[in-house]
């Protein structure tokens, strides 16, 4: 079976599923939502504009890039990519869930700069592990790590005014449109919704 990503060569989660067909050696071809096929048959079967989309050779349409991935995993066993330590598994999830799926898109709002973000959202795991025996086990995780991307992004910001770079003014006046739809995009893709599989 040779499957069907409809991603984006600048969309995070629609490389994150193109990395793991990589690693996974399954065969796919890759279109892009310029496609007319797009509008006519995936979008229809989604609802709403969203990448990556998953559609496989007998008309299962997956959207979401951890249903992607749970999908395909369910289906080809090997090779194993999944962690298989509980400490590793804990260390995947929180990767996942709270670095590409809560963090980004935070940190994307805070610098309102791509890069940066990226930048910020680094510098809080590199920050996590240094101080992790500051975390108390007794108190929530994610609003200890809430507060590092912040600490990173005012950072980042500084840097950028004292530059002189045009992306200044944007990080002081507010979000621009195109991270503001990208926090909104990333916030839909988050998988809250339970599984995404439909017949087109």
Known sequence: MT?????????????KAR????????????????DPEFASRILPAVGHFVVPVLETDNGEIIQDSGDIIDFLEQRHAEPLLEPQSPVQQWVSLIFDAFGSEYLLPLAMHLTGHPADAEDALQ?????????????????????????????????????????????????????????????????????????RIWRA
């Open 19 to 34: 990395s793991y067909l990589i690693k996974k050696g399954l065969p796919f071809r890759e279109r892009y939502p310029s």
């Open 123 to 195: 510098a809080t795991f590199v920050t996590a592990i240094e101080k992790r025996a500051d975390w108390d086990a007794r108190r929530p995780l994610l609003p200890w790590l809430v507060g590092m991307p912040a600490e990173t992004a005012r950072a980042a910001c500084a840097r950028t005014e004292a530059s002189g770079s045009p992306s200044a003014a944007t990080a002081k006046s507010g979000t621009p449109t195109s991270v503001a739809h990208s926090a909104r995009s990333t916030s839909a893709t988050s998988g809250s919704g339970g599984s």
């Open 3 to 15: 499957y069907t990503l409809w991603g984006s060569a600048h969309s995070l989660y629609s490389g």
